[in-house]
């Protein structure tokens, strides 16, 4: 419990989410040393295999969570700005909490970014969450115009986005040339 108070106020999460710090915690512990089993992992020595370390992040961090097709619309945004809360129980996943919808979302597909938290959520548009083919400019934020993306120090990163997503509308058929009528110019000066 100890762990879980330290866990909760450094989040600035509520205490209704005593729960997912718990699990948490006891997570952490069952993959820590432990003196009294000859220095050893519980989860080794309960499950009788090596253990694996690659699925733990900070808890509270900022991730980008994958919104599948059946739960948005096509203009929707595909990912969603959560904050990481618990790692899955039985099932292979992570447990997130999305603070503009105010509910815990489940997934597996998952962007963490562990060095941010959930006061830095608040900093960033939800129709701004970049999925995972998006390009991001750290120095202050997206462009505003295709001039500002030319300036930018990641020029490069955004002309390929650009080809990207021209190459994505190509192959998907979303639109279909046509010829002009005649007498009209394609591009009109005003």
Same mark, same amino acid.
């Given at each position: 419990?100890e762990? +879980? ?9 509520s205490?209704?989410?005593?729960g997912?710090?718990l699990y948490t915690a ?7 040393? +432990?003196? +009294? ?12 295999k090596?253990v694996?370390y ?11 969570v994958? +919104?599948?097709?059946?739960e948005r619309?096509k ?13 899955g129980?039985?099932?292979f996943?992570y447990?997130f909490?999305?603070?503009?919808e ?20 608040g900093?960033?548009?939800?129709s701004?969450?970049p999925?995972?083919n998006?390009?991001v400019d750290?120095d202050?934020g997206e462009?505003?115009?295709y001039?500002?993306a030319?300036e ?5 990163k955004?002309?390929?986005?650009m080809?990207?997503e021209?190459?994505?509308l ?6 279909e040339?046509?010829k002009?009528p ?5 591009l009109?000066?005003?």
């Amino acid at each position: 419990m100890e762990r +879980v108070r330290c866990l909760l106020p450094e989040a600035k999460l509520s205490g209704s989410f005593w729960g997912e710090a718990l699990y948490t915690a006891a997570q952490v512990i069952n993959l820590s040393l +432990v003196v +009294v089993l000859q220095v050893d992992i519980p989860d080794r020595v309960w499950y009788g295999k090596d253990v694996s370390y690659s699925h733990l992040c900070v808890f509270d961090c900022k991730a980008f969570v994958h +919104v599948s097709k059946d739960e948005r619309s096509k203009l929707d945004a595909k990912t969603r700005e959560c904050i990481f809360i618990c790692y899955g129980h039985d099932e292979f996943g992570y447990r997130f909490y999305d603070s503009v919808e105010k509910k815990l979302v489940r997934s597996r597909d998952v962007i963490f970014v562990e060095d941010q938290t959930i006061e830095d959520i608040g900093k960033t548009k939800k129709s701004e969450s970049p999925s995972t083919n998006d390009v991001v400019d750290t120095d202050g934020g997206e462009p505003e115009c295709y001039e500002e993306a030319m300036e930018s120090e990641h020029k490069n990163k955004w002309i390929a986005a650009m080809h990207d997503e021209m190459k994505s509308l190509h192959d998907n058929h979303t639109f279909e040339l046509v010829k002009l009528p005649k007498g009209t110019k394609a591009l009109q000066n005003r």
